[in-house]
């Protein structure tokens, strides 16, 4: 592993093409988009960090949680615990490139059996190369000095409150090992099992989109500290996902912001690989006047939807338009293939939400030539996906901005 101390004390781990593969393909078992991606950066910096911290400081460092619990786990909450010798150790990762400051959730702050000593502030880049640890602070300074955000119940730290030398944590956590460095923290209410059976039930519906939002915190932090009812509750909700929407996700996350460095996936091509930029047909001529000129960036996908014995085929285009502030507008539409001058009817173009919701979705009529949905925004970091659904058959392409 290739590791580097930066200007101030930040650390660089380089993480091998072995270990992003074998952490993507971990992922799998998680029930969204969304939550397959937090698994994947999770597993990146968990083991970046421990092999790392295994060969450098502490040899006996330990993961805090057993392999049982990574399904339910992140299935939830962003995170990673690592023991090192008495010290609980939290990384917190994120794609964002704005490090202006550090959230928490409250889970690893409020539950008892999870606070840490240390949290440590890890940024991931968005090809997953490289981990980078900019910060740290204690549970006593993230008790006192942040600001708790009651909508996405975390703790909000600015990063000038983090100390950013990666050199004063390890003096810190050699020579203060016997000092406290968790504030108190009050205790839980207890549950019975008639509550956690219609908890299990309630916030096992797929329709609830946030279940750690949609009961008060008291109520979550016991059922989602319990590892028997958290592990209850994601195969409720994979159970119920996997009635209710039965969508051909696509195994890879694409990566629009490697889009903006001109790196794409293989399976996604210039748009003349399916149009000719001389061709008079309505599809070509609409795609250069409905907007998509005014984009920097246009990919175009071979989308097969089989229906029984029958393959329809469709193309997905995807343009983006990099504006101000990290934030990306993107268009999506849909085009006939193999020199059909229709889409089939009542096909659906769909976005979705990282946790699977509908945001959007137009379905094409009899002799339509294309469909397209609204304009919308994005910023670093954000997930979605884009739908293509024709009768029973659904697939969907997984995008991270």
Same mark, same amino acid.
């Given at each position: 592993?290739?590791?580097?101390?930066?200007?101030?004390?930040?650390?660089?781990?380089?993480?091998?093409?072995?270990?992003?593969?074998?952490?993507?393909?971990?992922?799998q078992?998680?029930?969204?988009?969304?939550?397959?991606?937090?698994?994947?950066?999770?597993?990146?910096?968990?083991?970046?960090?421990?092999?790392?911290?295994?060969?450098?400081?502490?040899?006996? +460092?330990?993961?805090?949680?057993?392999?049982?619990?990574?399904?339910?786990?992140?299935?939830?909450?962003?995170?990673?615990?690592?023991?090192?010798?008495?010290?609980?150790?939290?990384?917190?990762?994120?794609?964002?490139?704005?490090?202006?400051?550090?959230?928490?959730?409250?889970?690893?702050?409020?539950?008892?059996?999870?606070?840490?000593? @240390? @949290?440590?502030?890890?940024?991931?880049?968005?090809?997953?190369?490289?981990?980078?640890?900019?910060?740290?602070?204690?549970?006593?300074?993230l008790?006192?000095?942040?600001?708790?955000?009651?909508v996405?119940?975390?703790?909000?730290?600015?990063?000038?409150?983090?100390?950013?030398?990666?050199?004063?944590?390890?003096?810190?956590?050699?020579?203060?090992?016997?000092?406290?460095?968790?504030?108190?923290?009050?205790?839980?209410?207890e549950?019975?099992?008639?509550?956690?059976?219609?908890?299990?039930?309630?916030?096992?519906?797929?329709?609830?989109?946030?279940?750690?939002?949609?009961?008060?915190?008291?109520?979550?932090?016991?059922?989602?500290?319990?590892?028997?009812?958290?592990?209850?509750?994601?195969?409720?909700?994979?159970?119920?996902?996997?009635?209710?929407?039965p969508?051909?996700?696509?195994?890879?996350?694409?990566?629009?912001?490697?889009?903006?460095?001109?790196?794409?996936?293989?399976?996604?091509?210039?748009?003349?690989?399916?149009?000719?930029?001389?061709?008079?047909?309505?599809?070509?001529?609409?795609?250069?006047?409905?907007?998509?000129?005014?984009?920097?960036?246009k990919? +175009?996908?071979?989308i097969?939807?089989?229906?029984?014995?029958?393959?329809?085929?469709?193309?997905?285009?995807? +343009?983006?338009?990099?504006?101000?502030?990290?934030?990306?507008?993107?268009?999506?539409?849909?085009?006939?293939?193999?020199n059909?001058? @229709?889409?089939? +009817?009542?096909?659906?173009?769909?976005?979705?939400?990282?946790?699977?919701?509908?945001?959007?979705?137009?379905?094409?009529?009899?002799?339509?030539?294309?469909?397209?949905?609204?304009?919308?925004?994005?910023?670093?970091?954000?997930?979605f996906?884009?739908?293509?659904?024709?009768?029973?058959c659904?697939?969907?392409?997984?995008?991270?901005?």
């Amino acid at each position: 592993m290739t590791y580097a101390f930066t200007e101030p004390q930040e650390l660089l781990l380089e993480i091998s093409p072995s270990l992003q593969t074998s952490s993507w393909q971990e992922s799998q078992m998680y029930a969204t988009p969304n939550s397959r991606w937090r698994a994947y950066m999770n597993q990146i910096c968990l083991h970046g960090f421990l092999n790392w911290v295994k060969a450098e400081y502490v040899p006996e +460092a330990s993961i805090w949680y057993g392999s049982p619990g990574f399904p339910a786990f992140w299935e939830f909450v962003n995170g990673t615990a690592i023991l090192l010798k008495e010290k609980r150790v939290v990384l917190i990762p994120s794609e964002a490139i704005d490090d202006s400051e550090l959230e928490v959730p409250q889970e690893w702050v409020d539950i008892s059996s999870w606070a840490a000593d @240390y @949290y440590l502030a890890v940024q991931i880049t968005p090809d997953g190369e490289w981990v980078r640890i900019w910060g740290y602070i204690t549970h006593t300074e993230l008790k006192s000095l942040a600001d708790y955000d009651q909508v996405d119940r975390t703790y909000c730290i600015d990063a000038r409150h983090l100390i950013k030398d990666l050199n004063a944590f390890w003096m810190t956590y050699q020579f203060c090992g016997t000092e406290e460095m968790k504030a108190e923290i009050a205790p839980l209410a207890e549950l019975s099992t008639v509550q956690v059976e219609n908890l299990v039930q309630q916030l096992g519906n797929y329709s609830v989109t946030f279940p750690r939002l949609a009961v008060p915190f008291t109520t979550w932090g016991v059922l989602v500290e319990n590892e028997q009812w958290r592990q209850r509750l994601y195969q409720q909700r994979l159970q119920y996902l996997r009635q209710a929407a039965p969508t051909q996700f696509s195994q890879v996350q694409v990566s629009l912001s490697r889009w903006l460095e001109q790196i794409y996936d293989a399976s996604w091509q210039a748009i003349e690989t399916f149009f000719e930029p001389n061709s008079s047909s309505l599809a070509f001529n609409f795609r250069t006047s409905s907007g998509l000129n005014a984009a920097t960036i246009k990919r +175009a996908k071979l989308i097969d939807l089989r229906i029984e014995i029958e393959v329809q085929k469709v193309i997905l285009l995807v +343009a983006l338009i990099p504006e101000a502030n990290q934030q990306v507008t993107i268009r999506v539409q849909l085009h006939p293939a193999c020199n059909q001058p @229709y889409l089939p +009817a009542n096909i659906k173009l769909v976005l979705l939400s990282d946790q699977g919701e509908i945001l959007q979705q137009v379905q094409a009529r009899i002799q339509d030539i294309y469909v397209q949905l609204k304009l919308f925004d994005g910023e670093v970091g954000e997930c979605f996906s884009i739908q293509v659904a024709l009768d029973s058959c659904q697939i969907a392409e997984s995008f991270v901005i």
